[in-house]
């Protein structure tokens, strides 16, 4: 029996997480209404799984075994008969009580999962298993249903965090006024000693600074090329700082010096470690940067004037450095909710989440040349166990985690968008792919002949960003203090204003606000 039970996997009730579900009942029922009596009960799990057992009429495995005989006699060709028409004892002498009863399972089991799944009330997010067959005799199945995943928010409203935001001094818009000119330079070789602004070309070791002889670097990359710089610039490599330890250097030199990384450095296999760095200075160009001029702007496609110019690259910077605070801003307002909250799904939807991941690096590193994963596990010397346990796991969970916490708060803020919005987000995202998107562009001959398909993950994809930036807006009025009177105060006016204060209510509410747009599981980002 347990051979018929492990050949049962059963198809996905339900295309996507959708809130809450009712309490599991755990009384046993019957079903007079309909074809099959049935006699469940259901068992919670601790993994937001819960066991059901579901007991037939014994009668109805024989009604299965006749069905069973009927499908294999129009399946094959049974000599003497038309094709379905082969009597109930002559398939079964041919083919045998075992054979027919494992036929009848399937049909039970295709017949009563989802006829027991609304007996019991429950919504299952993923396939459900057959687990056992318990007996035939009368037919008692075990099934494992994984339930829909559940957010109790708790006290959200009460988590607080200032935005504070400041906007980028002029001296970081006059830098990247500098860095756009060398993007325009020219340059030349030259034999003298390394300055701000060149571009020197150098060979990298770092060793572990108690390394022993043939133990390999830790850091390592030829002919890598150095802007020289005089401060000191976050995200430089290998380290902030470097080009400053090459000032002066000339071709041919070699310089050596020693960097202590912090125990907070993303390279794993460089956090706290010091490394003892040998520099092979290769060459030196220097750089003949362009006059800042109003021909300048207009090669750049920025202005017509060093004014337009300057103001484009003002709303840049901005426009980053506000991206990047609110990254973080929205980080940390996400952990404090993750923390009151009580968030509850079954191993089957993260793992969803994380063939979901695995597809999306798979994806990215194809665009980058790579042929697929195990190229990349094979480059970075890990596994693919490894990687899914070390890595890809806890991004997934993080990524499902925070999707279930963006859907619950659109539900209980009641986050809606009005089709104006959503209208005008998808003809900015439908230009943006026609434009910058490659293998959009040849799919849609330029967005002017896209299939529904494609106008449908547009749509979907527009109304997810909608919904999560008026989350996110929302989170932040209520974390700053910010948020509008709630709803419940306005019950506490006298009765005969209550009819005048709520259509003030609903006059004053964000047009946008409407129910949310259903998203796949897919969705959770990033």
């Known amino acids: 029996m347990l051979e018929l039970a492990d050949r049962h996997d059963l198809g996905s009730c339900a295309a996507r997480r959708e809130g809450s579900i009712p309490s599991v009942p755990t009384a046993s029922r019957t079903s007079p209404e309909r074809i099959f009596a049935l006699k469940i009960e259901t068992h919670p799990r601790d993994d937001h799984q819960v066991t059901m057992v579901v007991e037939l009429e014994p ?10 005989a009927r499908r294999i006699a129009q399946k094959v060709k049974i000599p003497g008969f038309r094709p379905g028409k082969a009597p109930y004892d002559v398939v079964r002498r041919l083919y045998g009580d075992g054979v027919l009863t494992e036929e009848a399972v399937e049909i039970l089991v295709d017949e009563i999962y989802p006829e027991a799944l609304k007996e019991a009330e429950l919504k299952p997010a993923a396939a459900g298993a057959l687990e056992n067959i318990e007996s035939l005799e009368p037919p008692k199945f075990i099934f494992t249903v994984p339930l829909l995943p559940t957010v ?20 970081e818009v006059e830098e990247e006024i500098q860095n756009l ?35 390999e670097p830790l850091v390592e990359r030829n002919s890598y090329a150095v802007v020289m710089r005089s401060d000191t610039k976050e995200g430089e490599w290998p380290f902030p700082g470097f080009s400053k330890e090459l000032v002066g250097a000339k071709p041919g030199d070699v310089v050596e010096f020693s960097h202590k990384y912090g125990e907070d450095f993303d390279d794993e296999t460089l956090k706290g470690q010091a490394v003892k760095f040998s520099v092979t200075i290769k060459s030196i160009r220097g750089v003949d940067l362009p006059e800042l001029d109003d021909e300048l702007a207009q090669k750049t496609g920025l202005g017509q004037t060093v004014d337009e110019l300057r103001q484009k690259m003002r709303e840049n910077v901005h426009r980053e450095s506000q991206g990047k605070y609110d990254d973080e801003y929205f980080e940390k307002l996400f952990e404090q909710i993750k923390a009151g909250a009580t968030i509850k799904y079954p191993p089957q939807v993260l793992d969803h989440e994380l063939e979901h991941v695995l597809e999306d690096m798979e994806r990215r590193l194809k665009s980058q040349g790579l042929e697929n994963l195990e190229k990349y596990f094979t480059m970075v010397d890990t596994t693919r166990e490894k990687f899914i346990e070390e890595q890809a796991r806890p991004v997934a969970q993080k990524r499902l985690e925070r999707g279930l916490i963006m859907d619950e708060l659109a539900r209980t803020e009641k986050i809606d968008v009005d089709q104006k919005a959503l209208e005008e987000e998808f003809g900015n995202m439908w230009s943006t792919l026609a434009m910058t998107n490659e293998d959009f562009a040849r799919q849609t001959k ?11 993950a547009v749509a979907m994809d527009s109304m997810n960003r909608l919904v999560t930036r008026r989350v996110l807006e929302r989170i932040k ?50």
């Open 181 to 215: 000119r060398r993007m325009y330079a020219t340059s030349q070789t030259v034999e003298r000693p390394a300055q701000e602004g060149d571009y020197v070309l150098v060979s990298v070791t770092g060793h572990a600074a108690k390394a022993q002889e043939g133990d």
């Open 152 to 171: 109790d928010l708790g006290d959200y409203k009460s988590v607080r965090a200032a935005y504070e935001w400041v906007e980028p001094a002029e001296g």
């Open 446 to 456: 330029g967005g002017t002949k896209p299939t529904r398909e494609v106008v449908d």
């Open 59 to 68: 009668e109805k495995l024989e009604g299965a075994r006749r069905k069973a």
């Open 477 to 526: 009025a209520i974390a700053t203090g910010q948020a509008e009177v709630e709803p419940e105060a306005a019950e506490e006016k006298p009765k005969k204003k209550g009819k005048k204060v709520a259509a003030e209510s609903e006059s004053e509410a964000p047009a946008e606000e409407t129910k949310p747009a259903k998203k796949s599981k897919k969705k959770a980002d990033e």
